[in-house]
């Protein structure tokens, strides 16, 4: 099987080391070495189109900066090659819906869902739903790719896609996967902090469900990386971060560690990931996010933006 990859920034180059452990692959890239890592990586590169189309891929894995997803893609989905895109899908939902005629050709790269602590929330709050849930991310951008001068990166440049909302989008998607469309969209982005960027570097803002109201914050700007994930249902109180879930009942104060992930879970779902990829490009199910799903998370992304 063929695969082709187009982009070897940070995320490129995670997927190929992935794809380097899957037996009987032969991989290829599509490059313009205008990033930041420009080192060759010991595979087949092409800078031009044509000669990565010549290659005759069976799929291709488009981790390019986010304006550059649709157009990347439309070449190889003409000939009927299965593409994963990464999150979010592009800049707008209008020009994502370009892919609508390709879409049982197309999935899209939201890695959370191969992690187990999300497997195992999904699977709880189908029988336990959860009336209020929060998701709070932060990191500091200067410190996300310590190699690179973050204000030439696209997540600090808003013509190419950047922004944390758009960044930070897991959390959306999984939101989707676990209680469906909003009925409600209310919140605020903006840019508010010291850094050098033209985007917006905070996020606040409220989804609701028939069932399930949901906060996120996320910003740029924390000196330490925060993780912090919490959902109320009608038994108590559940918390869970990169790897253990916890649970406190309403009658009680003590925490109970009620799941706990792997050691190796962070590194173990982007290689399930891409198995499923190479099952995907082998005309197989997928259980990446859907062309369906990647817009319907810009969706919440433009309703929050156009508040």
Known sequence: MRILLIGLGSIGRRHLGHLEKID??????LRTKKGVLKEEKGIKEFYDLNDALDFN????????????????????????IRVLIEKPIDTSVENAERLRPYSDLIRIAYCMRFHPVNHFLKNLFDKEVPFKVGFKRSFYLPKWHPYADYRKEYTAQKALGGGVIRTLSHEIDLSLDWFGEPSQVSGVVDKVSFLELDTDD?????????????????????????????AFTNKGKYEWGSNDVFFTAYEGSEKEK?????????????????????????????????????????KIIEQVENR
């Open 24 to 29: 009987g692959l032969e991989l290829a890239a």
């Open 57 to 80: 891929p069976d799929g291709v894995l488009i981790s390019n900066p986010t304006s550059l997803h649709v157009e990347t893609a439309i070449p190889f989905l003409e000939k009927g």
């Open 202 to 230: 905070y996020a606040f803002f409220t989804t609701k469900t028939k069932d399930t109201i949901l906060n996120f914050e996320l910003d740029f700007f924390s000196p330490v990386n925060v993780k912090v994930f919490e």
């Open 258 to 298: 009620v799941f706990s992930s792997p050691d190796d879970a962070y590194t173990q779902m982007y290689q399930d990931q891409m198995v499923d990829f190479c099952r995907f490009a082998s005309g197989k199910e997928s259980l990446n996010a859907t062309l369906e799903d990647g817009i319907n998370v810009l």
